[in-house]
């Protein structure tokens, strides 16, 4: 039976007014459901953008983090807050090498800036520019990842999964991104016994150095080809592993004298030594010398430190103006440990009863009756201004303090303006920031006739607007 148009216009039009209601009702509520489910979509996915836009751009996090860069080959790289990774020189001033929002973590050897990214980890060739992605994991193997550099160039990437709260660890080619092979099985995280390979695995020029655990986590063995390179009783702790210029810097676990910092030094050529650092923790160093920001007649109170059996501490007495021996420390124009004046300008005396009409200087280095600091100059519950950068010989254990020229002002008096909580050296030039303000400064390293500084010469009192 055929039906033509007319015919089926007469049946739809006889077609019940009350069916083609319901029937319209039906379909818009339908519609708005959709609507509704699409709007809600529409909201999660707007949601999640804004956090992670935050996250990637830290905009909410507490205060400044302005920390020291890295000197590769004279160039300066450093990271701005929510501005993204610089590069400075001298001679070019600073430009933007890579966005806030490409990058999480980021590391530089002479190769290359490499830098992750969420599950995925990227190289920007220096001599090319180009940026490329070395490794990438899926979405149900990781949950993100983060890595570390190796001496011989090549990578250790930690894989994360927080939904099975596991790790692992790779180790890639530098170049090419090859996984070369799978260096730590997966394990619980947190939690794993033992040290990642990251951890426990260290290059010193040809030397492969590897710390084994002891009692604890914290308390390792110094290992060599199966050989230990500690005495009996001693101990290094895993986590201060440094480098400063070809040396390794590991730190013992000295329970005698907390007040000094006590270090086993390998070098390339294995001409081990220990070192006692005087003035604290050393912020940046060469092959030859330690800076730091501490003021060691200071920080090293009345305990005396420690002697270490292989190092050559050579005579610890200062010969020449500005030195300060922690040995015969009573003698004429030498620095007492033991609370007594300073006899000569610039000496730093811990006596708060000094005689009438002679200045008194504090532990941050100023003289009181000195107008206030601006907010955020110094840090009070340290004590220390960061205004003042002390050298220490490696060879000999000494030390002494860096005159400041800033322009026309070259005397001491001015280094309260170097903002030294941090700084980064590759024996040239010097760089100087403070977590608390934005600005990093670059100085250039003065030496005296036998080749050892004496002076910081300012460059730029702030590289981000050069």
């Not at 794993?192 to 710390?211: K, M, N, P």
């Not at 920080?299 to 021996?325: C, H, I, L, N």
């Not at 300073?342 to 107008?371: F, Y």
């Not at 400041?404 to 909580?421: C, F, H, P």
Request: with cysteine.
């Amino acid at each position: 039976m055929s039906v033509n148009r007319e015919e089926l216009y007469r049946a739809i039009g006889e077609l019940d007014e009350a069916l083609l209601e319901r029937s319209e009702r039906a379909s818009s509520g339908k519609k708005g459901l959709r609507r509704l489910l699409l709007a809600v979509a529409c909201m999660g996915l707007l949601i999640m953008g804004v956090r992670e836009t935050i996250d990637r751009l830290d905009l909410f996090r507490m205060g400044c983090s302005t920390i020291a860069g890295t000197l590769v080959d004279g160039v300066y790289y450093y990271r701005e807050g929510h501005n993204g990774l610089w590069q400075y020189t001298p001679e070019d001033g600073s430009r933007k090498i890579i966005r806030e929002w490409d990058m999480d973590g980021w590391q530089v050897n002479t190769y290359g800036v490499y830098y992750s990214q969420g599950r995925s980890l990227y190289v920007r060739e220096h001599e090319s520019g180009k940026k490329r992605c070395l490794f990438k994991t899926g979405f149900w193997e990781s949950s993100f990842i983060n890595f570390s550099l190796q001496e011989d160039g090549n990578v250790v990437v930690s894989v994360h999964n927080t939904r099975k709260k596991t790790i692992y660890q790779v180790l890639l080619d530098g170049v090419t991104g090859a996984v070369l092979e799978q260096v730590t099985d997966v394990l619980p995280y947190p939690g794993y016994e033992g040290l990642l390979y990251s951890e426990a695995h260290f290059q010193v020029g040809d030397r492969q150095i590897t710390l084994v655990p002891m009692e604890g986590k914290n308390d390792c063995d110094v290992m060599e080809n199966g050989v230990s390179l500690l005495k009996e009783g001693e101990s290094v702790n895993y986590w201060m592993g440094t480098y400063y210029g070809d040396n390794l810097f590991l730190r013992f676990r000295d329970e005698e004298n907390p007040m000094f910092v006590h270090y086993l030094v390998l070098r390339p050529d294995g001409n081990d030594s220990e070192l006692v650092s005087i003035g604290g923790i050393p912020l940046t160093g060469t092959n030859d010398y330690l800076f730091s920001s501490l003021d060691p007649r200071v920080y090293g109170g009345d305990t005396e430190p420690k002697e270490p059996d292989r190092a050559f501490q050579g005579d610890m007495e200062a010969e020449e103006p500005g030195k300060v021996s922690d040995e015969e420390a009573e003698k004429p124009g030498k620095v007492s440990e033991s609370d007594e004046e300073a006899e000569e300008p610039g000496k730093v005396s811990e006596d708060d009863a000094e005689p009438e009409g002679q200045d008194r200087v504090s532990q941050s280095g100023t003289e009181s009756g000195e107008e206030d600091r601006e907010d955020g100059d110094e840090i009070e519950s340290v004590g220390y201004a960061y205004d003042t950068v002390w050298c220490m010989e490696i060879a000999t254990g000494e030390y002494w303090q860096l005159e400041i020229e800033m322009g026309d002002l070259t005397d001491n008096s001015a280094g309260r303006k170097v903002l030294a909580y941090d700084m980064e050296t590759d024996g040239e030039l010097l760089f100087t920031c403070a977590p608390w303000r934005s600005e990093q400064m670059c100085w250039q390293i003065i030496y005296d006739e036998a080749g050892r500084p004496k002076a910081l010469r300012l460059v730029s009192g702030d590289i981000r607007k050069e």
